[in-house]
C-alpha cells in the first residue's frame, strides 16, 4: 500500500531501498529490497511480477 500511495503521489516508479534493512513481507516490497525468501515455483493463487530495480 506504501509504495502504490508513493508513486500515485509522486508520480514515479523508482523505490531506493537499503541492504539489511526491514521493509515488509509483502512480494512487492521483497522483490523491491531483492531478498532472496520467495522461492519460484509459487503455489496456485500467486503470481510473480518483475519490477525494475538498479543497485547504488
Given at each position: 500500500?506504501?509504495?502504490?500511495?508513493?508513486?500515485?503521489?509522486?508520480?514515479?516508479?523508482?523505490?531506493?531501498?537499503?541492504?539489511?534493512?526491514?521493509?515488509?513481507?509483502?512480494?512487492?516490497?521483497?522483490?523491491?529490497?531483492?531478498?532472496?525468501?520467495?522461492?519460484?515455483?509459487?503455489?496456485?493463487?500467486?503470481?510473480?511480477?518483475?519490477?525494475?530495480?538498479s543497485?547504488?
Amino acid at each position: 500500500m506504501a509504495l502504490t500511495l508513493a508513486r500515485l503521489h509522486t508520480g514515479r516508479f523508482d523505490v531506493l531501498t537499503l541492504r539489511n534493512a526491514y521493509h515488509g513481507l509483502t512480494q512487492a516490497v521483497q522483490g523491491a529490497s531483492n531478498l532472496g525468501t520467495w522461492k519460484q515455483p509459487f503455489p496456485n493463487g500467486y503470481q510473480s511480477y518483475s519490477i525494475e530495480t538498479s543497485s547504488v
